[in-house]
């Protein structure tokens, strides 16, 4: 075999798995069709767990020192009351950032090339390679082909790999939601501030060059209606929010539009006779709670351990067991952001959670942790913590 493994897509999920084998001293090939420093749609927010992956991985200066200021918080405001303040730290990690993905995405590619890996931009991957058994030995393109023991599909939403091997989905729902977003000049404030009001969020997230991430959500079923007119639908949502339009008028729009409403909510399969995904080509969602690349990196210290213990043994059952980890991990995180999603108002009670969980400072830090992962789901939404909640208002 030329490689241990070989890894299709460069970004969020594939860098890191191709950096922690590498590490381990696995001879590791990185393929990407893009050349980096290079953007994908994404609005690009790291969670604190992921700022603390990023610390274990020794790359949180670069990441933190890129330009992109520290957040100080969010502002979750669903109109009547508004959840607010530090998410908790984990591991020496405190701070969110919104990192430009040409910015992030570089220097997690880089870290995997300075760990040994093989890293080859441009390269479009055609189809995979199989054995008389059909299992898969490798992948090729228009003018090459690379044999390894194992070929991860890192490779996105429409990955090629899961398309190969005829991954199945499951738990899977349609997509719920349409979005448009852009950058202004003259308009960050020192918060992640996240907007629930009818049916339109609306987000505003400080990241590089001193720009902020503006976003706007709508139900898909509306997004032909919002295409009609980009700018005039996106300048309503945000008139909906107090204040947010004259920031935007006091600001300056520095990039496009970009937009999409292709954001379905799934796992696929994710193991199989020589081959795994990792990030969104295995496990996809909306948008909404802004996790992808904090899962993408959960994901690949799940699949970089499952291959490196499985590798001199039994890699199959290692693989299995890896998206069993991945699934109990991230099932609750999966429906939660489906109900969200859905851009429904809150039934009675949660809406009463919510108001109770936002009067008290020290619950909206508790609430924060779940919604970034710190704290598992199941966990804060247990009956008896929201008794416990409640017996407080
Ligand atoms: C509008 C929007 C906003 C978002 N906002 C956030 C947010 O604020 N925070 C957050 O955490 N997440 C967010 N996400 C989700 C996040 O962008 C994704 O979860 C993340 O990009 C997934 O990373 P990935 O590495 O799995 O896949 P991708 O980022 O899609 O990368 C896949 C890579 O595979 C390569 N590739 C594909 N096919 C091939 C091939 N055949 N050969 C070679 N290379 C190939 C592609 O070129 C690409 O570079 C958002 C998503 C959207 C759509």
């Not at 790999?161 to 852009?182: F, H, N």
């Not at 937009?259 to 020589?274: I, Q």
Request: with cysteine.
């Amino acid at each position: 075999m030329d490689f241990d493994a070989i890894v299709v897509g460069a970004r969020v999920a594939g860098a890191p798995t191709a950096m922690l084998l590498a590490r381990r001293g696995h001879r590791v090939l990185l393929l990407d069709r893009a050349a980096f420093p290079s953007d994908v749609l994404s609005t690009h927010l790291l969670h604190v767990p992921a700022m603390a992956l990023l610390r274990q991985w020794g790359l949180h200066s670069l990441v933190a020192e890129s330009g992109a200021p520290p957040l100080a918080g969010f502002r979750m405001d669903f109109g009547p009351f508004a959840i607010s303040g530090p998410p908790p730290a984990v591991d020496g990690a405190a701070h969110p950032y919104c990192v430009r993905r040409t910015v992030l995405d570089k220097i997690l590619l880089d870290a995997a090339a300075a760990a040994g890996a093989t890293v080859r931009e441009s390269t479009t991957v055609q189809g995979l390679l199989r054995d008389d058994t059909g299992r898969v030995v490798g992948v090729h393109g228009a003018d090459f082909e690379a044999r390894a023991r194992v070929v991860v599909g890192a490779d996105g939403l429409h990955s090629l790999v899961a398309r190969e091997v005829g991954a199945a989905l499951y738990d899977a729902t349609p997509s719920a939601t349409a979005c448009y977003y852009t950058y202004y000049r003259g308009v960050a404030g020192p918060l992640a501030e996240i907007y629930q009001l009818g049916d339109r969020a609306v987000v505003v997230f400080p990241t590089n060059d001193d720009l902020a991430c503006v976003f706007v959500a709508c139900p898909a079923a509306q997004f032909h209606d919002f295409r009609a007119d980009i700018e005039g639908n996106f300048l309503a949502a945000v008139g909906r929010v107090p204040g947010l339009a004259d920031r935007l008028a006091a600001g300056e729009r520095a990039e496009r539009f970009r937009g999409t409403a292709d954001v379905p909510n799934f796992f696929r399969t994710s193991h199989g006779p020589g081959w795994a995904l990792v990030g969104d080509a295995g496990y996809h969602k909306d948008p909404c709670t802004a996790s992808g690349i904090t899962d993408a990196f959960v994901g690949a210290t799940l699949l970089a351990d499952a291959i490196d213990a499985g590798l001199p043994s039994d890699l199959d059952a290692a693989l299995a067991e890896y998206q069993r980890r991945r699934d109990e991990r991230f099932l609750p995180a999966l429906h939660l952001t489906r109900d969200l999603a859905s851009m429904e108002p809150p039934a009675p009670e949660m809406a009463a959670l919510f108001a109770t969980i936002a009067a008290s400072p020290a619950e909206s830090i508790r609430f924060l942790g779940a919604m970034q992962g710190s704290t598992p789901i199941p966990e804060y939404f247990a009956p008896d913590n929201i008794a416990r909640i409640m017996s407080t208002a």
